[in-house]
């Protein structure tokens, strides 16, 4: 029950809750051809996308700063990544994440649906469902764009700076062995951390040039973002552990 494992546990139950969102819903689709949704279900299924994957992204961040700690302040770990410490950020993953994400499928549950109500993507994401509304999306949109990249980009720009810590540090390490003995505690962590953020950016650019792109691209892109890093994650600390 140490911290590191603590906060993987909050990693796994993400992941899970993740998974069990998107993924038994399209192998509906695919393998029974039950292509309808509640409009209640797919607000949820809209709110718990988005804030589960910017809790998991601000795990991220809290592992880093573990690691951060862990190898920089060596002596000092005891005292600062407590058991009292992981609780306050899960409490502060949760709500933070949970709290500003929760607008987007408020706003998009308060339009006015006059047109089609067939969604041209196989989960309900913000962009896919306020197209169909016949009013204004533009704060919409606005306020989507606006927390994602506020919440993700801060958590990716304190990720770096964590890291860049660390390799300043191992590298005024000059005993034999222990430079790379410090990188493998967070190796693994860092794969991931590439992984998760590679994915999110491709997804980000087909999304921005949908013209020269099939549309079904970034919807494929969208439901691997949600199963492979949920896949990877145990596979990775498994083996590391």
Known sequence: HQP??????LLSLLDMVLCLT????????????????????????????????TMESCTFMVMAY???VAICHPLRYPSIITDQFVARAAIFVVARNGILTM??????????YCAENIIKNCICTNLSVSKLSCDDITFNRLYQFVTGWTLLGSDLILIVLSYSFI?????????????AKALSTCGSHFILILFFSTVLLVLVITNLAKKRIPPDVPIL????????????NPIIYRMKT
């Open 22 to 53: 998107v993924i038994p819903k399209v192998l509906a689709m695919f393998w029974f051809d039950n292509k309808s949704i509640s409009f209640s279900g797919c607000f949820l299924q809209m709110f718990i996308m988005n804030s589960f994957l």
């Open 221 to 232: 892109l969208n439901i691997l973002h949600h199963l492979i890093p949920a896949a990877l």
């Open 167 to 179: 390799l300043r540090a191992v590298l005024r390490i000059k005993a034999e062995g222990a430079a």
């Open 66 to 68: 573990d690691r951060y």
């Open 4 to 9: 590191m494992f603590l906060l993987l546990s």
């Open 103 to 112: 607008p987007i499928p408020i706003l998009s549950s308060r339009l006015r």
